[in-house]
């Protein structure tokens, strides 16, 4: 029988993570999009940077910054008893960093998509940023929303490298999908890893399905060719 603990543990991970970061990047994404600061360029580069570091490089560091030899570490296990390493709140930590370019980019290009004439009109509605933001902007990037919503989810699920190094492999905890195909593989349990293998297929596949067809309906509803 297969075990779905490692599933279980890959789609609350994926959920924990899309729903921090939604917090976390839609002000940024918006801050971004509508800034014409000589920073921006700056910043766009380290919201990037997980794109293009390889995942053991970032696991390296986040392991470094969460050790309860480091000050960050050593002040959560003293004032609030936490311990981020080998955990599942490690692993969400972790996600956070790794999958945050996911989050803001698409939000960020649906922001800059965005026809400008209309938020100025919010503006002289008397609609302050946040509400612009909220009731303005955000229903009319819908697309982009969603791509970000569920890229991130999708790619969080398929994490590898950087929940091994974080949380490592204990079961029930930190043991998500992506690694029990991994351990399949060195025991040379080839059977359960293409059970595994192919579920993650079929989930990974199904999701940009879905937002291609979403994509082509919204198209077609806006008369978008």
Known sequence: MI????????????????????????????????????????L??????????????LGFYILVLLAPTSPLGAFLAETFDLKLLFSFSGLVVASVFYS????????????ESLNK?????????????????????LPNIKPALLSALIITFAHTV????????????????TKVASVAIYEMVEIMDYDNAHIYSAIMLAISFSVL?????FHKKYRSTVGVR
Do not use: C
């Not at 609350?12 to 939604?22: D, M, N, S, Y």
């Not at 766009?44 to 490089?57: D, Q, R, T």
């Not at 004439?117 to 612009?132: F, P, V």
């Open 3 to 42: 075990d779905l603990t490692p599933f279980y543990l890959s789609f609350k991970l994926a959920l924990f993570t899309t729903i921090i970061l939604f917090t976390i990047a839609l002000p940024l994404a918006w801050y971004l999009s509508q800034t014409r600061s000589k920073l921006k360029p700056l």
């Open 44 to 57: 766009e580069a380290i919201v990037a940077m997980p794109i293009v570091l390889p995942p053991s490089v």
């Open 100 to 111: 945050f370019p996911f989050m803001v980019q698409p939000l960020q290009s649906g922001f």
């Open 117 to 137: 004439n209309m938020l100025e009109a919010s503006y002289i509605a008397g609609k302050s940023k946040l509400q612009t933001l909220l009731h303005v902007a």
């Open 158 to 173: 398929g994490e590898f490298g950087m929940v091994l190094m974080v949380g490592g492999s204990i079961a029930g905890e």
């Open 209 to 213: 399905l879905g937002v291609y067809i």
